[in-house]
């Protein structure tokens, strides 16, 4: 038995914010996700505070929802696009292309194209085929390279080994962009999606710097940009830092590596601007126990892996979860609807859900609002994608 069953709401949410979303989601059919876009807005603000020398390039892959695009559109953000359908819906909402960059290392040659005619003229790259590709679709645009960084370890929800070169890879490419028309402009970086870890920031920065100053002693070029991706962390179980800490260390080792004219830099936040705006409701299908001496019960409820919580693989990102059920816990195993074996959430990370929790009572799923929707399957098992609402 353990004592504390539910995660406390005041940790994630003022109470006047959960009201809110609770009374809306009252009496709505389970499973959905309710977004309060008045907390991003909020959380957009802070983060233009803790970064006031940066420009947001909203990563519109972690909720592309027209209301959350209006919004950060109408607040001034710009926006890191991953494909052509991401592109059309901002574009469809009056966004610009100059208010645009094209974020995917991996891309078709006719996508570089559309882009380009759209008038994006911002490219990030990391390989010397994509390179040669935009040179050729879109001629004369800036290109930033994105270097590997070794945060690995430290984020929740890792994004390297896939995307970015090495150093010296970074300058070749650098270079040749150069050679073949473009405006060598910068150099990328994610230090991993829910990045705990300060100092992955500052690696990734020494990296950068070496960068900068080798291109300029060593080819005359003068880089302008530098774009620290995401990876600043929202609130989920595994505490973190304060934005507000990252965002004065980040600017100190900025300023120790660049000293006190900085370059342009961009941050493209995903997660910490929307996680916490979201709320998802699901429903208790069925609780079991495997055996009449069992320690642990099972719950499965009507929302998994497939429907919107796909980054509880390997438990990676521990949402937290909350019933108004109150009373003693038992820690329990928390299982999806779908007859698939791997529709298992939480299996090794105990939750300790009420004892009294009851085959229809609801479970909050807290700090769900970015990388739940679009993750959801149009039809695994029959069931319908994940529903969102905005209030
Ligand atoms: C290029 C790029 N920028 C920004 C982000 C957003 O990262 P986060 O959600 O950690 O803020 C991602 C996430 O995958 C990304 O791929």
């Known amino acids: 038995m353990t004592e504390s069953a539910n ?122 085929a994509d390179l040669r590709n935009i040179a050729k679709a879109a001629p004369g645009s800036k290109v930033y390279v994105r270097i590997l960084t070794e945060g690995t370890l430290t984020a929740d929800w890792p994004l390297s080994r896939k995307f970015g070169c090495q150093t010296d890879m970074a300058m070749d490419l650098l270079i040749l962009a150069r050679d073949l028309g473009l405006v060598p402009y910068g150099v990328s970086f994610h230090v991993g999606s829910q990045q705990r870890e300060i100092g992955a920031w500052d690696a990734a920065l020494s990296k950068v710097k070496v960068i900068f100053e080798r291109l300029r002693e060593e080819d005359g070029i003068e880089l302008k940009m530098i774009n620290m991706g995401g990876g600043f962390p929202a609130n989920y179980i595994t505490r973190t830092n304060e934005l507000k800490v990252y965002a004065e260390e980040i600017a100190r080792f900025l300023h120790e590596d660049f000293g006190a004219d900085l370059p342009e830099i961009i941050i493209e936040p995903g997660r910490s601007l929307i996680s916490n705006a979201g709320v998802l409701v699901s429903e208790v299908v069925l609780i079991s126990r495997k055996s009449r001496t069992a320690l642990h019960r099972w719950v499965f409820t009507d929302v998994g892996k497939f429907s919107g919580l796909i980054e509880t693989l390997d438990e990676a990102i521990k949402f937290p979860i909350w019933t108004d059920k109150v009373g003693e816990g038992e820690d329990c195993v928390i299982a999806g609807p779908t007859c698939d074996s791997a529709d298992i959430m939480y299996e090794h990370h105990k939750y300790p859900l009420p004892l009294n929790l009851a085959i229809g009572d609801r479970m909050y799923w807290l700090s769900t609002g970015a990388y739940t929707t679009t993750y959801s399957a149009v039809e695994f098992n029959g069931f319908p994608p994940l529903k969102d609402y905005y209030i």
Do not use: C, H, W
């Not at 890191?80 to 059309?88: P, Q, T």
């Open 7 to 128: 995660a406390n709401i005041a940790d994630y949410y003022d109470a006047e914010t959960f009201k809110r979303i609770k009374t809306f989601a009252d009496g709505k059919e389970t499973p959905f996700v309710v977004i309060d876009t008045a907390t991003i807005d909020r959380q957009y603000n802070e983060l233009v505070e803790g970064f006031p020398y940066a420009k947001v390039y909203y990563a519109v892959k972690a909720n592309p929802a027209q209301q959350v695009l209006t919004m950060l559109r109408d607040k001034g953000a710009s926006f890191d696009i991953a494909s052509v359908y991401e592109l059309e819906k901002v574009l469809a909402l009056g966004v610009t292309g100059d208010r645009i960059s094209y974020g995917n290392t991996i891309k078709k040659s006719k996508d570089i194209r559309t882009f380009y005619e759209k008038g994006v003229r911002m490219f990030a790259t990391d390989s010397e």
